[in-house]
């Protein structure tokens, strides 16, 4: 990738030169776009760094950092903690050579894994590396969802065939004695064909067209509802040639397959009877009538399939809100803090930074006061955040081998974080403020960790041995064991249980921590106090991303919600296609069965009975399309089972708590699908029994 303006970071840039490389939208937000900002410098944390390139405005990375795309790029400085071995944090993105396949840069990149080892075994063996296409990395934790919503768009795309070729059908029944007159005079099947061909292109392009458009509304009302980071690459969603060829293509071969629905018809017509009957008949063939149930029944199926997945999702976000945190967000602000400068990069100036931080945000109105500063703590990662990992074991215990040791997340916490955030103590004591950098290493585990190291024996006073090799900030040695924390969610509301090591932070200082407070009012007035108390301190210090822990639990449902809306949107579509189609085949078949209404009028039959007659059709194809349905609900939920439930280690779940034969979900789909069924039969069942009997006898 050239920049657009300026130059690359070169390698001699590597030793840690203070230049930088800016994106189009940074460049474009902080200097104006400016053509003579390369060569310009600007502050970067207090540090003078000198612009030496733009990157081109459709240059993206979002999807490979795991967040938001980045702004500004550095060169990556080897001689400082990235010099260590046990460093695991970098990704490598490389091009292979032509002609390489993956699966030979896999073996070879295998080999300089285990030759390292042996030449590094401390800090190298046992590790391998793992490659992957670039193109794939994009969407790892999407495809599963990019393939449901796909699948989806197919259910609904099949249901809109189904209706037209229906309708086709019906209307090519009612010009069987049109058809039959042009086979007598000599036409071809070819002939009709390319008419047919012709009426229905009329249709499937403009329709197309409109479908385009619609889509590219559509698409910003979608980008507006996305939340951030719901979906790989979602800024370069568009509408494009290669999307506009594929809608044209998409159209033109259904129009093929739906106008071949007359040839059906005319395959084995009778020409003699077809031309005797009547101008007004409508009469459809028996073979016909089965097609047309067929399809109305293929719709009502993949109706009730899409149906029963928005039921599951539905019950998935019902059951995620009931979720157990562990910990209790109410009333609590948050805001992320970088200690600035150079000289906060030192244990002891990173102590006095964050105490005086405490101190000042425990005087701001609004927060609520109590002793011992239990109003504030000090967090390196929150809960729901994720956070680092530190390998251990436990001491007195025989060691696994090198590369297979357990691994904890790892916080740095404050004495007040667990009455802040209101985690209970299961046993042993919490932080004070005597564990001091002076005093014996001591740490708080939580019941997985016991679990799996302890077999849930109590371990306190236990030591844990802190092993190389995980966060370089927690010095490896060991840890006395003084406290028993209750499980909380670290990473999602639907996660695997995760081990938790938790250290006193004045034992442990970062320069990066979060603050956690207890508010009595609302969030946004406390949070512009709160800023302006802590940048009075250190004005070059970062504060940023100020938020209640209420706000950071929606956060975590808005994918949920996006995905709720998107199944939603899909079987409301399918739903509505199908009660279209229902709808147009009981009315064909009042149409055809005039005469017979009018027969049974005469001779006594009641309004009643007619309507009777009407339903009991529409009812037989609606049951049927259920049973189908429910068929192949159970079969896709067999086959689909591991890509909808979290993986752990592997990917997470589409769906939470419900199970893919969920009783509740089935009924709501087959009671939706009935009930539309029952609505879209109501005007064609009245009209049945407005049949004038001597009107329809004289029109035969």
Same mark, same amino acid.
């Given at each position: ?364 109105? !609004? ?230 209404? !009018? ?102």
């Amino acid at each position: 990738m050239k920049p657009a303006l300026g130059r690359a970071l070169r390698r001699e840039e590597e030793a840690g030169a203070r230049v930088a490389l800016l994106t189009d939208d940074f460049w474009r937000t902080h200097f104006a776009g400016a053509s003579d900002a390369v060569g310009q410098t600007f502050q970067l944390d207090r540090q003078p760094y000198t612009i030496v390139g733009v990157l081109p405005a459709d240059f993206h990375l979002e999807s490979v950092t795991g967040g938001a795309d980045p702004q500004v790029f550095v060169p990556l400085d080897f001689t400082g903690a990235r010099s260590q071995r046990g460093d695991r944090e970098l990704a490598v993105i490389g091009r292979t050579k032509g002609g390489v396949s993956l699966a030979a840069a896999s073996a070879e990149m295998g080999l300089l894994a285990l030759r390292l080892g042996v030449e590094h075994p401390q800090d190298d063996a046992g590790w391998g590396v793992h490659i992957e296409n670039l193109r794939q990395s994009f969407t790892r934790y999407d495809r599963t969802l990019l393939y449901l919503f796909l699948g989806f768009a197919v259910f609904v795309l099949l249901i809109a065939c189904a209706n037209v070729a229906g309708l086709q059908l019906v209307r090519a029944a009612g010009r069987q004695r049109e058809y039959a007159l042009r086979v007598a005079l000599g036409a071809r099947r070819g002939t009709l064909l390319r008419q047919a061909l012709a009426e229905t292109a009329w249709i499937a392009l403009p329709g197309g067209a409109a479908g385009a458009l619609l889509a590219t509304w559509g698409l910003a009302g979608l980008r507006a509802a996305m939340p951030p980071g719901s979906l790989a690459r979602a800024t370069q969603i568009s509408i494009d040639l290669p999307v506009l060829a594929f809608v044209l293509a998409i159209s033109l071969s259904i129009a093929f397959l739906v106008a071949t629905a007359p040839l059906f018809l005319t395959r084995k017509m009778d020409l003699d009877t077809a031309l005797r009957e009547g101008s007004k008949s409508v009469a459809a063939t028996p073979r016909t009538q089965r097609r047309l149930n067929a399809l109305i029944a293929a719709e009502m199926a993949l109706s009730f399939v899409l149906l029963f997945g928005a039921g599951l999702f539905i019950g998935s976000h019902s059951r995620l809100k009931e979720v157990a945190l562990g910990f209790d967000p109410h009333d609590v602000l948050t805001v992320r803090i970088t200690a600035g400068g150079a000289q906060r990069s030192s244990p002891t100036a990173q102590r006095v930074f964050y105490r005086e931080a405490m101190r000042r945000a425990t005087e701001v109105g !609004g927060i609520r006061h109590f002793a011992h500063l239990e109003n504030v703590a000090l967090i390196s990662d929150l809960p729901l955040a994720g956070g680092n990992w530190i390998p251990y074991a436990v001491a007195g215990h025989p060691r696994p081998p090198h590369g297979e040791e357990p691994e904890s997340l790892v916080r740095v916490v404050s004495p007040s974080y667990f009455g802040v955030l209101g985690i209970p103590l299961l046993a042993g004591r919490a932080f004070t403020n005597l564990d001091s950098e002076l005093a014996p290493r001591v740490a708080i585990v939580n019941e997985n960790l016991v679990r799996g190291a302890f077999a849930g024996q109590s371990p306190i006073g236990k030591v844990l041995e802190i092993l190389p090799g995980g966060d370089s900030s927690i010095p490896a040695g060991p840890i006395e064991i003084v406290g028993l924390a209750s499980n909380a969610k670290e990473l999602g509301l639907n996660e695997v249980a995760f081990a938790d090591i938790y250290l006193p932070f004045a034992q442990n200082p970062q320069r990066t921590m979060s603050l956690a407070a207890k508010t009595n009012g609302p969030a946004a007035g406390i949070a512009a106090s709160l800023r302006k108390a802590l940048q009075g301190l250190d004005p070059d210090s970062a504060l940023y991303n100020p938020q209640t822990f209420d706000d950071i639990i929606a956060q975590q449902f808005r994918g949920q919600r996006f995905r709720l809306m998107l199944v939603s949107v899909f079987a409301g579509l399918a739903a509505l296609l199908a009660a279209v189609g229902i709808y147009g085949a009981i009315s064909f078949s009042v149409a055809q069965r005039a005469r017979e209404f !009018g027969l049974r009028m005469a001779l006594g039959a009641m309004p009643a009975a007619i309507r009777r007659l009407t339903l009991a059709r529409s009812t037989r194809l609606t049951l049927t399309g259920i049973a189908c349905g429910l068929g192949i609900s159970l079969i896709l939920g067999r086959f689909l089972k591991s890509a909808l439930y979290m993986v752990p280690h592997q990917h997470p779940g589409l769906i939470y708590g419900v199970g893919i034969r969920d009783p509740l979900s089935l009924c709501a789909a087959a009671a939706i699908v009935l009930a539309l069924a029952a609505i879209a039969c109501l005007a064609p069942a009245r009209r049945a029994t407005r049949v004038d009997p001597s009107a329809a006898l004289r029109d035969e």
